[in-house]
């Protein structure tokens, strides 16, 4: 089954203690980002990578840092979470350009409930 | 920057009805895409249609249909029929054409309710 996997769904941490929230997709898709959800603001884009060892800022980049060691996977690391980090995450993955030339179909992970204590 | 507006943070239905759900977005590109997805209160972000800009043609799914008025930078989300499982957040989103970094832009979202 084609599927983006999170781990973990849910986690309470508290403010300083360094965490990572992995992602890996089996659909061989060579760009991969991490959004964050928050009430009233929607999903905004933390990181992206196009590819392996390629990644770049997103609109929220502060406080997170990124990986694309392997195709499929993409994982968030959060150094020294503090409470304002306390969020919904969601890892996507698509092809590269999309079949339409276009950005493609976004395949979202299930999502990942942190709260920093 | 673009922007992604959806004004209205809640609606509600009747089962079987039709509802609108608007979207506005602001964008000096002339090559885009917007989709809308739904967010059941499982969390699981769902693709439900997708736009592309140079098609004049309102994309439709089953149920869910788009009116896309390129001058008004308008997208608003007609669900016909509107069924309990319906019930969801929807966002509407932005992303460029080929060459940018798929990116999506997303709205605050609106929560739909379907009453029976």
């Known amino acids: 089954e084609a599927q983006v996997t999170q781990n973990p769904r849910y986690l309470i941490t508290v403010t300083g203690k360094k965490l990572t929230v992995t992602c890996s997709q089996n659909?061989?898709?060579?760009?991969m980002s991490w959004y964050r959800q928050d009430p009233g603001l929607g999903l905004r884009q933390i990181y992206y990578?196009?590819?392996?060892?390629?990644?770049d800022k997103g609109d929220v980049p502060e406080g997170y840092k990124v990986s694309r060691k392997e195709k499929r996977n993409f994982p968030l690391i959060l150094e020294s979470p503090s409470p304002n980090q306390t969020s919904l995450y969601f890892c996507?993955?698509?092809?590269?350009?999309?079949?339409?030339?276009?950005?493609?179909?976004?395949?979202f992970g299930e999502g990942s409930r942190l709260t920093v204590l | 920057a673009q922007t992604v507006t959806q004004s209205q943070p809640e609606m509600s239905v009747q089962e079987a009805e039709t509802v609108t759900l608007s979207c506005t977005y602001d964008?000096?590109?002339?090559?885009?895409?917007l989709f809308w997805y739904k967010q059941p209160p499982s969390r699981q972000m769902i693709l439900v249609i997708r736009q592309e800009a140079y098609k004049q043609q309102n994309a439709t799914e089953n149920r869910f249909s788009v009116n896309f008025q390129k001058a008004a930078k308008s997208f608003s989300l007609k669900i016909s029929d509107s069924q309990l499982g319906d019930a969801a957040m929807y966002f509407c989103a932005y992303g460029e054409g080929p060459g940018a970094n798929s990116k999506l832009t997303f709205g605050k979202g609106i929560t739909l309710s379907v009453r029976p």
């Open positions: 964008t000096s590109e002339s090559d885009y895409y």
């Open positions: 996507a993955s698509s092809l590269l350009g999309g079949a339409l030339g276009g950005p493609g179909e976004l395949f």
């Open positions: 990578s196009m590819n392996v060892e390629v990644t």
């Open positions: 659909m061989n898709h060579e760009y």
